[in-house]
């Protein structure tokens, strides 16, 4: 069953030493032709568990030029602590599934936002006719209808794929709230796409770098999210911009780099897996900027359409 497992597993005896490690473990732990068991925090935490009698959880660990999840509990007989388990996995892996899980959120926020316009909607006409206020419900349903036409209406009819539509208003939504503008280019035209993984991956990025782009400007009294989606020849091609800080010139070549980060301890994950995501589909994701000015990033991705937009 352990050889099964995704997760590393380590286990030690009273006196320290190591009696149980599974494959998953000795890929990470053991190092070079002769498989040396190399020092790792890990090691250590199995150590520290094991003389405090403690567990020790969610502990973030490098070994081999990785950084680890790990946690580590006391083994009991009778009470006594006789030894030691770690369980531990690459935290790149923790951090890809919690990125497709918010890009399955970002469907799912989609259809919601779609469903609640439409109901709140239904619910003003039904409680105009109710109230037999008839000259108020043509006003009402004249102006739905002129707004509809105007945005919801507008991204329908250029972006076919009723998740990619939902999402980018919901976004449109979010960036309102937050004070701060995104505009879908009037030449945006993007067909339908019956493969799920690329629309999936499409949210997924598009997602992590509106809300960059959001987190970025969060100390500006204003600010604008240009978006561009063009599709040709079975390929989507996008452009996400904002009138942010920009980058630093000295940061520009390593913000893909796993565990970069300017904000702080915990991140610099998104940009590195939103890249890694693209890169297993064949695409690609660039960024030019310009301290104080602007920062814009590059999208391209297979895009399995069967038709051309209208």
Same mark, same amino acid.
């Given at each position: ?200 991956? &499409?949210?997924?990025?598009? *997602?992590? @770098?509106?809300?960059?782009?959001? !987190?970025?400007?969060? %100390?500006?009294? /204003?600010?604008? +999210?240009?978006?561009? &989606?063009?599709?040709?020849? *079975?390929? @989507?091609?996008?452009?996400?911009? !904002?009138?942010?800080? %920009?980058?630093? /010139?000295?940061? +520009? ?58």
């Amino acid at each position: 069953m352990l050889h099964a497992l995704k997760e590393g597993v380590v286990a030690v005896d009273a006196h320290g030493e190591v009696n149980l490690i599974n494959p998953a473990a000795e890929e990470i732990l053991f190092s070079g032709p002769d498989k040396t068991l190399v020092h790792s925090p890990l090691l250590d935490d199995l150590q520290t568990v094991l003389q405090s009698g403690e567990p020790m959880f969610d502990r973030e660990l490098g070994c081999n030029g990785l950084l680890l999840i790990g946690n580590t509990v006391p083994i009991r007989s009778q009470g006594a602590v006789v030894g030691a388990i770690c369980t531990f996995r690459d935290k790149t892996e923790v951090s890809q599934l919690l990125q497709r899980l918010d890009g399955m959120m970002s469907y799912v926020d989609a259809l919601r936002t779609t469903s609640h316009e439409f109901m709140n909607k239904l619910h003003v006409i039904l409680g105009l006719l109710n109230m037999k206020s008839y000259g108020k419900l043509e006003e009402y349903v004249l102006q739905t209808a002129h707004r509809y036409q105007a945005d919801i209406g507008d991204i329908q009819h250029r972006i076919k794929s009723p998740v990619v539509a939902g999402f980018l208003i919901s976004k449109i939504q979010r960036a309102t709230e937050c004070g701060f503008t995104l505009t879908l280019a009037e030449e945006s035209l993007v067909p339908d796409c019956p493969n799920e993984k690329q629309v999936t991956v &499409l949210v997924t990025v598009l *997602g992590n @770098l509106i809300e960059n782009a959001l !987190d970025a400007m969060s %100390g500006q009294a /204003e600010g604008e +999210i240009g978006l561009l &989606l063009h599709y040709q020849d *079975g390929w @989507l091609s996008g452009e996400v911009s !904002d009138d942010g800080p %920009g980058i630093p /010139e000295n940061n +520009i070549d390593a913000i893909f780099n796993k565990g970069f980060s300017t904000k702080g301890e915990n991140r610099g994950v998104g940009l590195f897996l939103a890249n890694q995501q693209l890169r297993e589909l064949g695409g690609t994701l660039a960024v030019e900027s310009e301290p104080g000015v602007f920062t814009q990033f590059f999208v391209h991705l297979p895009w399995d359409s069967k038709r051309k937009p209208a």
